[in-house]
């Protein structure tokens, strides 16, 4: 089955800096991978996606990319700020049919004023 | 728009017992997945349904099981209550079966 390596476990960084997560993936079929951001006490919330037939994608301070070849994403945000602090996680899966999703163990993003 | 819900917030158990959780998804939304997440960890698939039909399942014991309902709400339940199935439980919501938005999760406490 598909295996989701996520680094690193725990990313602390200064109010204004960029802050990159890198996930690593196994199957070589999984084709959507998504990025959750989860704050204490609630259930993730998806914040960006992408698809293999994309290389980046953007979304004002968040960007995704994907090395289909390498097998790897990565979740890239800029001028972090205090409530970006949560824990994120990805995962990989295989779009479409029978769904399966595997989520890496997450990431602590720690933002310092 | 309201989003995912889900019932109860909280409940504790005591092992050997059974337990239902329930989750209404997204008002036009047909598809309903359930995750457990332990402390620490991502969530772990469980099961997805489909227009009332499984369409996927995790690696989970034969005591869970799940259904969904003509209005598209679901109820996981889970028999025989263990420790270790202590956690989060996460319903999650989609239009078709990828993209995902999820509900706050009911927190079991197995005792």
């Known amino acids: 089955g598909e295996n989701v390596e996520q680094h690193p476990s725990t990313l602390s960084v200064q109010e204004g800096d960029s802050a990159v997560i890198k996930c690593t993936y196994s199957?070589?079929?999984?084709?959507?991978f998504p990025w959750y951001k989860q704050e204490l006490g609630k259930g993730p919330q998806l914040i960006i996606d992408i698809r293999s037939n994309v290389g980046e994608k953007k979304d004002q301070r968040i960007a995704v990319t994907l090395n289909k070849t390498a097998k790897h994403f990565s979740l890239h945000i800029t001028e972090t700020q205090p409530e970006d602090s949560a824990v994120y996680f990805c995962a990989a899966t295989i779009s479409g049919g029978s769904y399966i999703p595997t989520f890496g163990r997450g990431t602590s993003l720690i933002v310092h004023p | 728009d309201a989003g995912v819900t889900q019932s109860p917030t909280h409940l504790i158990k005591t092992r050997g017992q059974h337990v239902t959780l329930r989750c209404s998804p997204i008002s036009g939304h047909k598809s309903v997945s359930w995750y457990q997440q332990v402390l620490g960890q991502g969530p772990q698939f469980i099961f997805q349904y489909y227009e009332k039909e499984e369409r996927g399942r995790g690696n989970f014991p034969d005591r869970f099981s799940a259904r969904q309902f003509p209005n598209y709400s679901s109820e996981l339940n889970v028999n025989a209550l263990l420790l270790g199935d202590s956690a989060l439980y996460l319903c999650?919501?989609?239009?078709?079966?990828?993209?995902?938005?999820f509900g706050p999760g009911t927190r079991l406490t197995v005792l």
């Open positions: 999650a919501s989609s239009l078709s079966t990828d993209t995902q938005y």
């Open positions: 199957d070589s079929a999984s084709n959507y």
